[in-house]
């Protein structure tokens, strides 16, 4: 499995390739306002956090507070550095926060409680890769909070 | 001798409500105006070794939701697959209900090997969700219109 995030990872732009921020002006990160689908983003989660065991009728497993945090925290990091379009967003079997964002290609990214993330991407030449990624956001916030 | 599974059956699962009612996308747009579950909607429980499902030859879409006290006016609705057309690495086992009267149709897709994240989204792909119109009517052992017909 794969660390390190591909360039294209979101098939048509990585939020968290260097050349996000680096093509900025030095000693100044704008970040983004957050698009218009941030609001309706953080009502899924806080619709997540009032899931209950076998909210699927198959024995599915509560939301997972930890997989809940990271996920508020990637969501905020991904709103506003990177014009991405609107994820689906929900909780699977294991009561982790998933993400799935499509348009020409796919990403998958299952929100694990440790604040690891596994992703699936398929490119628009169906090119797949599957990997986890420790701290996705952390590159990002680092990069903001240093200026 | 164990009863077989005839490549040409459909299968059912129950799908929890999406938008609006609890704003969670466990049903996305799949072609037209047709619809197809998300992967978070099949994905396995750690330790779980299939996705529980229900073959339509013995089980109704309305009588699935009714095992669990809901309906499609609750949001919530079924996904169906042909299992001819089930992604490969899957593969349908029979597996009865407890009681076995609860679901007669009860049934998993399976893994032959591993239950990996390319098998899920191709899952998910491979759906199909039934109408409200297809899920109060088809019965036991119908034949839904297939492949699905999209405007």
Redesign the interface.
Known sequence: MSNKIPETFYGYQNPISPSVTESRSPGLIRRREPPTWFHLATEKLQAAATLQDNWDSYGALRTNSLSLHHAYLFLDCICRTVGVSEPLIAVNANGNVCFEFEQNSTLELEVLPSGKVVYYFVDRNGAEEEGEIQSPFKDVLDRLTKF | MSEEISNDEFIIR?I?PSRPE?????V?IKDGDLKRA????L????G?NGL?CSRLRKTSPKQLLAQ?G?STSDGWTVAIWKISELPIGLKVKITPSTPPDLDPGHCEIRPIDTY???IQ?NLAKASTILSVEDIESLKPGDIPTWPPEKT
């Open positions: 129950r929890p609890i704003q969670l996308d466990y996305t998300t992967s978070m909607a994905s396995l429980r750690t779980e529980s669990v809901v990996t994240r390319k989204s």
